[in-house]
């Protein structure tokens, strides 16, 4: 790997340590902030490769986890609260996470797909205080094995944490065992006793349980006056979540606390011990709990228990051991593949079925999974393609076909239709809907246009804006970019010079209008590309803002997708929970590094990894790179993403394949464990925004009355600020000459 690229990304993604205010409804007065600590970009280098990266701790008490990772990708993640980290690096290859000299306290954990975690009313983790010991927060991320190809992991946790004091202080006990495992048994237990000693009691309220592909259960009981009460219990094969525990338990001074853990070792020839690595084992039993916050802590350096006495667990309820019955659909969705996760370049295609490509500008997946290639065959959009008004120079139309209908398997490439000819200007955007309507925009013509495929034919159901001419009123385009359909109305980016989206019927007709130039919530500089999620939602690329917006139908921000790694964003693709993005240019100062892919979750606003070409930021640069990534889509059953480059002069379709277990291909359920979202308002946090959206209303009902009285004495709602003279090409943006002429 690089080591310039992987300082790069360490620098550029310390910034992705934030804290940033985000009002989170818990109750009345209290609001948090997000607090996210991710890995930097890292790609594991072996198998069982275990890193570290820290970030100084920020005064609060933690309400709240969401973690940021998948089971294809890592083994596990703990977070941890330190005096001080083990390295002053920020980042650090090993297993090590708290230095030496000053207290180690577990926060949070997560394996195997586990959820987010929300702790009780009133309970919090106290963190950045001189008196709780943490300064800094340490990651610690397990990778079980290498990718595949050239991917880079941002793995994370986001905290989300308050300033309210609670009424009691949570912490986090580790149960751990050391004892190796015999082979060819079918079940054999391992045992962990520890004696309560402080005066401080303790309740515990959640339990987390985990083990490596041996475990089949973990248990852990109290003993009070010699009566044996259940902690709780688990089959470490499940997503290895925080489970609430139902009943309030107290733990006082003088009682006993055990744990075991049942393994199966028939199919092992020698034995087994206990370690990090995945040929070890583990048998970790994590128990939360909290204590009044007026007293004492009664672990001041952390809680661990890790000692052996058998003469203490001969009593051990017999429950403890017995297994659980079996939940497929839990082990399914906690499965970790066994085959490396990667994004791995499949194949660049110049030619299809003998065609030279022009500028691949727009791609859609059709309903029989082909794929259509929207491309400008001879033509190029540069700088002498407009003249200063937005005006095509060149108004005759591209004689080839410009839409290639192809199937694929693997790199192999069939070409189905080649369809267009004649037709178009200068492609830009293309959809195809669930009833094989195929949707375009061309910039060159200033036009959106519906098309049904008739044999070898595209024939035309309508066209609408006027041809040739831009403008920014109710019956125009100027270069349009994308189109999309959420339900029975059409979604238009328009795009270069008007930074709205135009919202029509399925006739054509326009429904409403969104957006206005800037850099708000909301606003746009220039929309580049739309696509819908499985929610009905829409997903509109911000080129110049550098950032994707995850919108209602309506035009409401949900969330954004910004990062201080990439400074434009021309593409985006939602498949399942994930977002693809793609960039256009590289970030100024930093072009030999590459461009790259970023993938987010929906939800967070935040990039979980990235991927490009298998040479990207490679020193020698061997490899082809991406020259100007314009388009990217993914196939609809998750497993290829295609890229679309109107480099000029290099031309070419990107192909890479997702590769994870067939049986992980397919995403599995969101599952419920009971806990309460992370967002969740109480009734007085609903009060108030339903009485804001009535104010809103009103408030823009008087202002829609204002604008259409401005409409009848003449004014335009769009002024001359909103449609400039542009010189607007591909390859250097969104750029004003500056003239106010007509």
Not at 30 to 50: A, L
Request: charged share 20%; hydrophobic share 35%.
């Amino acid at each position: 790997m690089n080591d310039r690229l992987f300082l790069y990304l360490f620098l550029r993604i310390l910034t992705l340590c934030y804290c940033s205010t985000l009002v989170v409804g818990l109750s009345k007065n209290e609001e948090t902030q997000k607090f996210t600590i991710q890995m930097i970009g890292y790609s594991p280098q072996k198998t069982d490769d275990y890193v570290a990266v820290s970030v100084e701790a920020t005064p609060g008490y933690v309400v709240g986890f969401e973690p940021m990772a998948h089971a294809d990708r890592v083994h596990h993640m703990l977070l941890y609260g330190c005096t001080m980290p083990a390295s002053e690096q920020g980042f650090w290859r090993g297993m090590e996470t708290c230095g030496w000299g000053g207290g180690s306290y577990i926060l949070y954990a997560w394996a195997r797909n586990a959820p987010n975690l929300v702790l009780p009313k009133d309970v919090a983790f106290s963190v950045g205080h001189e008196q709780d010991g943490i300064k800094y927060f340490v990651l610690q991320v397990h990778y079980a094995q290498p990718f595949a190809g050239e991917v880079h992991d941002f793995s994370g946790v986001t905290m989300h944490i308050s300033q309210r004091k609670p009424m009691n202080l949570a912490a986090v006990m580790l149960f751990v065992s050391g004892t190796p495992i015999p082979p060819h048994l079918p079940a054999f237990q391992n045992n962990i006793t520890c004696m309560f000693e402080s005066t401080t009691s303790i309740h515990p309220f959640a339990f987390r349980t985990h083990t490596h592909a041996m475990g089949r259960l973990v248990s852990a009981y109290f003993k009070h006056d010699n009566i044996w009460t259940k902690i709780g219990k688990r089959n470490p094969q499940w997503p290895q979540l925080f489970e609430s525990i139902p009943s309030k338990l107290t733990i006082g001074r003088g009682d006993q606390m055990s744990a075991s853990c049942r393994f199966d070792s028939t199919d092992k020839n020698k034995t087994v011990k206990m370690g990090a690595m995945g040929v070890d084992e583990m048998c970790n039993f994590y128990m939360m709990f909290h204590y009044d916050a007026k007293l004492d802590n009664p672990y001041p350096q952390g809680a661990i228990c890790a000692q052996d006495q058998p003469q203490l667990m001969r009593d051990y309820p017999s429950d403890g051991f017995q297994l659980l019955p079996s939940r497929p659909e839990l082990e399914h969705h906690a499965h970790q593949s066994k085959v490396p996760f990667g994004i791995v370049q499949e194949a660049i295609h110049e030619t299809l079925g003998g065609i030279k490509l022009g500028q691949v500008a727009g791609l859609a997946f059709n309903n029989q999974k082909q794929l259509l290639v929207f491309h400008r065959a001879g033509r190029v959009w540069d700088g002498n393609t407009f003249d200063n008004y937005n005006i095509l120079l060149d108004k005759s139309p591209i004689k080839e076909p410009v839409i290639i209908v192809i199937s694929y398997n693997g790199n192999m490439t069939k070409v189905e239709k080649t369809l267009g000819g004649g037709k178009f200007y200068l492609p830009h955007g293309i959809y195809v809907d669930k009833d094989d309507f195929v949707y375009t925009t061309d910039v060159g013509s200033h036009t959106v246009s519906k098309w049904k495929i008739v044999g070898n034919d595209l024939e035309n159901v309508w066209t609408i804006g006027e041809k040739m001419m831009p403008g920014p009123d109710q019956k125009h385009f100027c270069k349009p970019t994308g189109i999309t359909r959420v339900g029975d109305q059409l979604y238009v980016t328009d795009g270069y010079c008007n930074s709205r989206i135009v919202v029509l019927d399925l006739d054509g007709k326009r429904v409403q209008q969104f957006g206005l130039p800037g850099e708000e919530a909301g606003q746009f500089n220039l929309p580049h590309d739309i696509v819908s999620d499985s929610d009905g939602r829409i997903l509109v690329t911000d080129r110049e803002n550098g950032r994707v917006q995850h919108m209602t139908t309506q035009g409401h921000v949900i969330e954004e997708f910004k990062s201080t790694m990439f400074t434009n964003i021309y593409s985006a693709a939602s498949h399942a929970e994930y977002v693809f993005m793609v960039p256009g240019r590289p970030t100024v100062g930093h072009e030999t590094e590459g461009i790259a892919v970023f993938v987010g979750r929906s939800g967070t606003g935040l990039i979980e990894y990235a991927f490009g070409p298998s040479s990207r930021g490679k020193r020698e640069q061997s490899g082809p790179q991406f020259g100007q990534p314009h388009c990217l889509r993914v196939s609809p059953d998750g497993g290829t993403i295609f890229v679309g480059d109107i480099a000029n002069g290099n031309a070419r379709l990107w192909q890479f394949k997702i590769q994870r277990e067939e049986s992980a291909m397919h995403s599995a359920p969101t599952l419920q464990f009971g806990w309460p979202s992370l967002t969740q308002p109480d009734s007085n946090y609903n009060s108030f925004f339903i009485l804001l959206a009535i104010a809103i209303l009103v408030l823009g009902a008087y202002c829609v009355r204002r604008r259409c009285r401005n409409l009848e004495n003449g004014k335009a709602i769009f002024d001359k600020r909103g449609f400039k003279p542009l010189r607007t090409e591909e390859t250097v943006g969104f750029i004003s000459d500056g003239s106010e002429s007509d």
